[in-house]
């Protein structure tokens, strides 16, 4: 546009609209061409809900859930599988490994399909035993997990974010579960920072073209963030988020949320503890399993007006929100020596403060986990010291009957600012009876306790389903 004198401006304003329309359009260049609008993000792929969890068939854990969700409230659900689940059994064939990777994955694909749901993909991770979170980050590639999740909550652009509980609890507590929630809590903060993987929120140079190398999506804050847990028992996320009745019918299928939850279960059939049970069950008519609630615990929200208790969808309306950053990693200040348990423990205080998971920090007020009867058994037991002068800690255990100690007790030298991780090793008691115990730690230094930590351990429990 030309410039304008000072009173031409001001004889502009004094016309009617429609006149000062047709003015200014006289005065744009009429060669000049219009651009087309921006591109919009692709809608087929907006979910309300995205489920992030570790193997084919985790889903099942909010089924109950989801099929009211879908079926009723007409919600749209995306999944993501952190692995293909290939260290499970096989209860149909004698596929294992890689070919059960196949299946297992193609299975909940079918399942979720069977309720509407297309959207699923697979980050790839190898299927990793055990229960320590920090082993799954490893095999997973913990970096290249993230970067594939943090892109499908920018492609997804979820509502709320569904997933495992990242802690560590004494039940199944698979290192895997563990690890979808921990890299689901990264990607809800890191998906709404275009500074976080910012090739993927970079226009592309043409995108009619080929090979290009930027994404071209954009940044994603999601609302709110829900937990679900593997634990042996789940009181302690009584009230701590919504809690969905199954055994409520579902409006338009006239058939029990339970029922439509094993109806979903069973494609699962090479998993003896899922799809075999919900065998079972519809075989039976015996739906005992799946008439428990599904229990959910509100990690963080991003929206004002949440209430702890809520649907998880309530007084969410659609739409972009601005980027929410999280606290973020503040070393804490400490002074002297001190112990606390190390690890997946010390990892998780610190990610837990570093994500506002201010309500998860407060969820089991011991630390706690399982061991199976006569089983060896590893803690480690972090001595800091924060102090100038070099310190020797002595650390002695004590432990419940028929424990015996491989390692632990002893006399450790610590230079000043340093963190020395010791690896206390056990083997458990062989009592045949699932039982909670105590394992206790004592720390001294130069004559005075320094410290003391307390892990609360259930006994007896059973082996680990995959
Ligand atoms: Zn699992």
Not at 79 to 107: C, K, W, Y
Request: net charge negative.
């Amino acid at each position: 546009m030309r410039k304008m004198s000072i009173a031409v401006s001001i004889l502009l304003l004094a016309l009617a609209p429609s006149l000062r329309r047709a003015l200014l359009a006289a005065q744009t260049p009429s060669h000049m061409p219009v651009a087309a609008p921006y591109p919009q993000p692709d809608e087929r792929f907006k979910a309300d809900i995205l489920v992030i969890v570790a193997h084919p068939d985790d889903e099942t854990e909010i089924t109950g859930y989801l099929a009211r969700a879908i079926f009723d409230e007409h919600k749209r659900v995306a999944a993501i599988f952190g692995t293909p689940g290939n260290s499970g059994g096989d209860a149909v064939s004698n596929a294992q490994a890689a070919a059960l990777g196949d299946i297992r994955i193609t299975e909940a694909r079918e399942a979720l399909a069977s309720f509407g749901v297309l959207h699923v993909w697979c980050l790839g991770g190898p299927d990793t035993p055990g229960q320590n979170v920090l082993h799954s980050l490893e095999t997973w590639n913990h970096g290249n997990a993230l970067w594939q999740t943090v892109r499908l909550v920018r492609l997804t652009r979820p509502e709320v974010i569904l997933t495992w509980l990242p802690d560590f609890v004494a039940g199944e507590n698979h290192d895997d579960h563990q690890a979808a929630g921990v890299i689901a809590t990264e990607a809800y903060d890191a998906a709404g920072d275009p500074t976080v993987f910012p090739e993927q929120v970079a226009a592309p140079d043409n995108r009619q073209g080929v090979a290009n190398l930027a994404e071209g999506l954009q940044p994603w804050q999601a609302k709110r963030i829900y937990y679900f847990s593997d634990a042996d028992n789940t009181d302690f996320l009584v009230g701590k988020g919504p809690e969905y009745n199954t055994t409520d019918v579902s409006p338009s299928k006239h058939t029990p949320y339970y029922k439509l939850a094993a109806e979903e279960m069973v494609h699962h059939l090479t998993q003896d503890d899922t799809g075999q049970l919900a065998k079972h069950a519809l075989a039976t008519g015996d739906f005992t399993y799946f008439k428990q609630p599904v229990r959910l615990a509100l990690g963080k929200s991003a929206v004002a007006n949440t209430s702890l208790t809520g649907d998880i969808l309530e007084g969410i309306t659609p739409g972009a929100i601005p980027y929410a950053p999280p606290r973020g990693y503040r070393p804490e200040r400490r002074t002297g020596v001190s112990v606390e348990l190390g690890g997946p423990w010390a990892f998780y205080r610190d990610f837990w403060r570093a994500h506002n998971l201010d309500g998860v920090s407060e969820l089991l007020k011991t630390p706690e986990m399982s061991v199976g009867n006569g089983e060896q058994v590893h803690i480690p037991i972090l001595i800091r010291n924060d102090s100038d002068e070099a310190a020797e800690v002595t650390l002695t255990s004590t432990l419940p009957a028929g424990w015996k100690e491989l390692h632990g007790t002893a006399r450790y030298p610590v230079r000043p600012h340093e963190a020395y991780t010791v690896r206390a090793a056990y083997v458990s008691a062989s009592t045949a009876k699932a039982e909670w115990q105590t394992l206790n730690w004592k720390a001294e230094s130069g004559g005075r306790a320094v410290g003391d930590i307390s892990l609360r351990v259930r006994t007896a429990s059973p082996g680990l389903p995959q």
